[in-house]
């Protein structure tokens, strides 16, 4: 074969291999292509959306409880936040008409003497010992320029006058004797005390200094929210929080006051710890002797309000806030 053959057949392999080159690199690209219609397709098929729907549908689902959830849970605890600080400012508004009521009652016994000079130095006791709130100075100032002779006075009282009040719903009737060793003291007419004050054995008190082996006086309306509260201190190991038991049942009026009763004398309230915890002072902190900081949340929850919250502190004294229905 000449050179020139040769080379012609040269060309033709060239041509050839050429073309299946081409042919190859066509054939690699439709397979590309498929290969990637296929991917697609796989995301884009009906079956494969229908599954993508439903498992977002699910996740959806879930989202939505979770969050109703979340939301009730906050709306109960924003509920129960608001019940709780109205439930604060009721029994602070109570607290304050108490006060200012026992202030008033003791303005009007502090001058019922006859006489405005008798009843001016009344008044400035009071005020020298703190049972007057003088915030503006008003009554200091009237004492400072009052003369001789001057003052509001009120006729003395008679001696034992019959005393009213009510007490869930029924009038009270009582008696006091104002000569007598401690002239706060009353007797109850109509046998109030008789039908009302009941022997109560407490437990927890037995052996403990004042306790009286157990057995106190108390309103029987509440008497079960008593023995509950001491059932729970005991649960909770704080009875050693309790040191001495000061009293209950005192049939007698509030401090300064001749004509009205105080909640001890309706046998709804009870003292303890009175050596560390006077009248105007504050009940010592946690794990010092006498504090009673840790038991005033669990009377509290069983209905009884402590003293150490009022303006005038009373830190030993409890009473029922909300005796039990008639």
Known sequence: MSDQELEIERQKLDLERDKWSSELKLRQSELEHKRQELRHRRWTHPLALGLFAAAFGLIGNAVVAFLDGYFERETASVQAQAARDLSERESEFARELE??????????????????????????????????DDEDGLLQAFLDQRQVGEGPALPASDGSPIGRTVFRGEEVR?????????????????????RNIVEVYVPQLDGIEGGAAGRVLFNRVGTEQLLSAFEEVEARGLIDRITRWCGSYIPRTVRGSTARLSNHAFGTAFDINCAENWLGTQTPAVGEPGSVLELVPVFEAHGFEWGGNYRMPDPMHFQLADPAPP
């Open 99 to 132: 006060r200012q009521e026992a202030q008033s009652a003791r303005v009007l016994e502090t001058i019922r003497t006859g006489d405005p000079d008798t009843a001016a130095e009344n008044l400035e006791f009071m005020l020298a010992i703190g049972l007057y």
């Open 174 to 194: 009582f008696i006091r004797d104002p000569s007598a060793a401690f002239p706060e003291l009353v007797e109850f007419l109509d046998d109030w005390e008789a």
